[in-house]
């Protein structure tokens, strides 16, 4: 902590910052913070509770960082990745954000959790997560820390799944769905969703209809898999914000685990690692096809 | 509110016999914005087109459906008819009731009932049509061709010849190709580098052909019209305006054992060298790889040798000189790049090619492939026109030839016949009898493939007057035996093996594209099939045409082609070119994709996908010229309207004209229950 | 079914095809006179690279059975490579739909030539009969209890 705090007042001091983007201790646990002040950058915290990708706010389309100068952002291994999205993407430049890595040994599924971090307490992404040491980064910061062994829950839960059959898992689905008010939470808090306008909000045609009813919602969360496949981080920041308690991170997880079986890839904070979507090769598998 | 019109056609009975037509017509007159719905006999007649025109000039309509063939059949005719009318052409659309249902169905209800929901999508689509403008691109009315083969030549003589400028480019330092290497060609026998030099030399006066030879494409921009293409000019090490020619450099050169790519490896050349005598342009070139003065400056020892430079009269010799690039713009781009012939050894790089080891290419050096016989039977040839073997310059008795060799092999070589062999042997045989009259050609072949104005005859000639032996079957092995070589083959048509003594055996080897031809392929965007033959648009219509507008193919680089052949390619892809040049303003289908500036997130998967490299980055600037986003562009003159980027587009900010999501939308939304 | 009393069911299937491979070979078939079966209504695309996903969510919220998707075969793509991308693009749609609950075998991905017109009739023969099978797609069509809008305020026909 000690380090992160005098590495942000110093960024802040000699001004190759203006802004350093990191978490603080609010009234309800951990949030994220813009410390603007060298003197500010005390109530800077790193602990198991910050669970928030602040890589969210970096898209260009989110209005919090404008006029806030040069940005340093705080990022975990699993955050650096969304960055390199957001990179790739060409919606940040490498050269316009100072990205402050910490080391990190998994979080809590939730900023206001009080538990210990043990096998029991951590967040069902952290299961299994290789990445303690940030790579995509200007600084790191933070102790080695030791991970949680895999496979989580959510990946069981897709094997479960798959083991069913379609009826089946279309009653679970419907029963699952039918608690989304489409609220789109899960697309605000996704790092990666950035578009000017978002396919469900476009109305010439209307691909996505806007009630909350069964048949616009499927619609909307077969778009939104879609639109992230090849793109999702599993973050796990869509799942943690859903009000209904929708497990949003198994079709994220189905679709990533399609994505790794049949063309090679894994979310990785190497920007130049093209993505899926948008390379082939001639020899992707086609049996599906007749 | 829309206004459209629905035209019905019977087609005859094609139509008519399966799908009531008046219960479409009618059904189709209560959709809202149908305001005309008729059926007729034959909408595509005279008539039936007036009955669109007037329908149009009397009803104002806004959209036309015509329900008929396939639109690959007729469109073309309504779009016109609909344009003569005043309405804009892409606002007419046609239902095909005919080939995708009339013709594939016999219940004339369920037909019919078919026949209305395709009428009904197109209907909706319609409404949703825009008028759009074909799209005006200016060309450059130059063009490039690369290869200077007998391909190449031709075509840039008849571009050239058609009034236009051409720009020729050849890797060698000579253009001539293959043909210059060539002693006689089948089926007249009459003199290559006779014919083919005064070709040469046309090319190098011509006042509308710049020559590059020497020199190969590095890099291609741009699209029909309007390429941006970078030469690279290889470092001859002489300086070609102040050379005469005179060839004294390259007697003074002392390293005169460099084995001779033109002679095929059977001659000497000097490492100064001019690939023949009669090459254009007459300049000599200086091998770096051979040159005893860079050899010694690749291991850092000073100049030593310099004596061509002495011989030199005119000072041209300059062992600085460095490669150049030069930037030509040109409209169209005519690739000819021609072929090599399949190396019985083993390839580096290629698991797949195995090569001929039984047949001791490599080792035996009297097992030669039909190039080298070539020179071998050439008056300027190593032998001056004389057939020697190259291991004792003996005249061989018995000459044995093989065809197929990596042709029609599937398991060894290429599946595909190389089409020239069967008549080059012939060729061959007759050349080896006119000049060593006592001796024996024999012919190992697994068919005669002669097809072609008096090949057939020229084969039987050679069989029937000039006593080649020809036997249908195999060879298994070849070996040394001394002074002979032994040949052991299968006789398929008596059924018995064959042993053999040979003086000399010539493989006839497959044709293949040239080395590097995916490389430049991938520059110019075109595809290739898998042994590197650029592909042409369509096997029977389009057959000189690529998949890349305003690039064409002559010649070998497309498949195996004997001379007439590729002659005939590179004077159809000079009439195509001159076709393109014929106007300033190129026309061409408004069917491309629009980028909506406010709505482009600027993640460019669109420039992902891409197949055709059309998207562009643009700055979107605000009042003060300060740059606010970068948003994609799609440049329409690239653009070949397949859509892939509207679908990959998460906010469907890019649409393809004519088929836009709303369009698509109203389809799928009037198949509704 | 569907409130038609006792007639059979015929599935309602949408198939989505390019312009220059599978629509030129339903074309050939026919122009072959391949007789099959008449269930299938195609909306022709430039590309199967032009296809969206979305379209086919559409299909199934309209009342489609199964959906046909189709297009040139790999290297015989008339715009090079847009096949290659709707291969990826499909892979992943068709294993995630299957996960929300709804049977792949409503989903038909095709490769046909403009010279294929009788694989055209098989691939239409087949994904029928299959569809058939398993029946009328009423879940898809009953996820909304609401009554029906029938006019959206503001989506007028444009003039």
Known sequence: MRELRDLARRLLEEGSVQTVLGWEEGPRGARPVFVRRPEEAERLIFDPRCVHNLAAYLSPRRPHLKGLGRIAICVKPCDAKAVAGLIRETQVARDQVVLIGLRCGGVLPDPEGRETLSGETVADRCRGCPDREPRLADHVVGTAAEGFPGPSRRQQKVEELLALSPDDRWRFWQQELARCVRCHACRQVCPLCFCEQCIADKTRPRWVESSAHGRGNLAWHISRAMHLAGRCVDCGECERVCPGGIPLGLLTRRVAKTVGERFGWRPSDDPAVPSPVGTWRPEDPQEFIL | ?673 | ?159
């Open chain 2, 1 to 673: 509110m829309a206004r459209i019109g629905v035209f019905v056609c019977h087609c005859g009975e094609n139509i008519g016999r399966t799908v009531d037509c008046a219960r479409v017509a009618e059904a189709l007159r209560d959709l809202p914005g149908v305001v005309h719905s008729v059926d007729y006999k034959y909408m595509c007649s005279d008539p039936g087109q007036q009955m669109v025109k007037q329908a149009i000039a009397e009803k104002g309509l806004t959209g036309v459906v015509v329900a008929a063939c396939s639109p690959h059949m007729h469109e073309k005719t309504f779009r016109r008819a609909a344009s003569g009318a005043g309405l804009n052409p892409f606002l007419c659309e046609m239902a095909n009731i005919r080939e995708h249902c009339s013709w594939i169905h016999e219940d004339r209800e369920m037909a019919t009932a078919k026949a209305i929901d395709i009428a009904r999508t197109l209907v909706e689509k319609v409404k949703r049509n825009r008028p759009l403008k074909t799209i005006q691109i200016p060309v450059t009315r130059r063009a490039l061709v690369i290869g200077g083969g007998i391909a190449g030549i031709q075509a840039a003589l008849d571009i050239a010849d058609g009034g236009r400028e051409v720009v020729l480019v050849e890797k060698e330092p000579s253009i001539g190709g293959h043909m210059s290497q060539l002693s006689e060609t089948f089926p007249t026998l009459d003199c290559s580098q006779c014919i083919l030099t005064p070709r040469m030399v046309e090319v190098y006066q011509h006042p509308r052909i710049r020559l590059y030879a020497y020199s190969e494409v590095e890099s291609v921009q741009g699209y029909i019209g309007n390429f941006r293409v970078t030469i690279r000019r290889k470092a001859r090490s002489v300086d070609e305006d102040k050379c005469n020619g005179c060839g004294a450099c390259t007697q003074a050169c002392p390293n005169r054992k460099v084995p001779s790519e033109f002679e095929c490896g059977l001659g000497k050349r000097p490492a100064i060298y001019v690939p023949f005598p009669q090459a254009v342009p007459n300049l000599p070139t200086i091998d770096r790889s051979r040159c005893l003065l860079f050899l010694n400056r690749a291991k850092g020892r000073p100049d030593t040798c310099k004596k061509c430079a002495e011989a030199c009269s005119k000072g041209a010799i300059d062992f600085d000189q460095q490669d150049r690039l030069v930037t030509e713009e040109v409209g169209a781009i005519v690739v000819a790049t021609g072929y090599q012939v399949y190396s019985i050894g083993k390839e580096t790089g290629r698991d797949d090619l195995h090569g001929y080891g039984e047949y001791g290419y490599g080792t035996l050096p009297d097992v030669i492939d039909g190039l080298q016989f070539e020179r071998l039977a050439s008056a300027s040839g190593p032998t001056a026109g004389r057939i020697l073997r190259p291991s004792d310059g003996k005249e061989p008795k018995r000459v044995v030839f093989l065809q197929c060799i990596g042709s029609r092999d599937p398991a060894k070589g290429m599946e595909y016949c190389s089409k020239i062999c069967c008549m080059y042997v012939a060729k061959h045989t007759m050349l080896y009898k006119h000049k060593v009259h006592d001796g024996q050609a024999t012919v190992f072949y697994m068919d005669i493939r002669a097809a072609g104005k008096g090949y057939d005859e020229f084969t039987r000639r050679a069989i029937e007057e000039e006593g080649a032996r020809y036997i249908r079957g195999r060879v298994s092995r070849i070996w040394r035996d001394g002074e002979v070589l032994k040949v052991q083959g299968f006789d398929t048509l008596s059924g018995r093996p064959i042993l053999m003594d040979a003086d000399l055996v010539v493989l006839a080897t497959a044709v293949r594209p040239q080395p590097g031809i995916e490389a430049l392929a991938q520059k110019l965007n075109v595809s290739y099939d898998r042994h590197g033959f650029i592909n042409e648009a369509h096997p029977k219509l389009r057959p000189v045409e690529t998949s890349t507008a305003g690039v064409f193919v002559a010649g070998a680089c497309q498949a195996p082609r004997d001379i007439p052949d590729s002659v005939a390619m590179a004077s159809a892809t000079a009439s195509k070119v001159l076709g393109l040049f014929a106007s300033e303003m190129l026309e061409r289908e408004p069917t491309v994709a629009v980028v909506n500036d406010a709505l482009c997130a600027g993640c460019f998967h669109c420039e992902r996908v891409c197949p055709y490299g059309a998207v562009e980055h643009r700055e979107v600037r605000n009042r003060a010229g300060q740059v606010v986003r970068v948003v994609a562009y799609v440049n329409p003159g690239v653009c070949q309207g397949c859509g892939t980027c509207q679908a990959t587009c998460p906010s469907k900010s890019v649409e393809l004209q004519g088929f836009t999501d709303d369009q698509v939308y109203q389809q799928i939304q009037a198949l509704g229950l």
């Open chain 3, 1 to 159: 079914m569907d409130g038609e009393g006792a007639r059979p069911f015929e599935p309602r299937i949408t198939a989505f095809v390019c312009n220059w491979c599978t629509y030129t070979g339903a074309d050939l078939a026919g122009t072959s006179r391949l007789q099959m079966a008449a269930n299938v209504r195609i909306i022709r695309l430039p590309c199967t690279g032009r296809i969206d996903p979305m379209f086919i969510v559409k299909a199934f919220e309209r009342g489609a059975d199964g959906v046909i998707v189709s297009g040139c075969h790999p290297a015989d793509c008339h715009y090079n490579a847009g096949n290659y991308h709707a291969r990826r693009r499909f892979a992943i749609f068709r294993e995630l739909v299957d996960f929300l609950g709804i049977d792949p075998g409503r989903l038909t991905f095709s490769w046909v030539s403009a010279s294929e017109g009788a694989k055209w009739r098989d691939v239409v023969n087949e994904t029928v009969d299959r569809v058939r099978r398993l029946g009328p797609f009423t879940a898809y069509r009953e996820l909304v209890t609401d009554p029906p809008v029938t006019r959206v305020i503001g989506e007028e026909v444009p003039a």
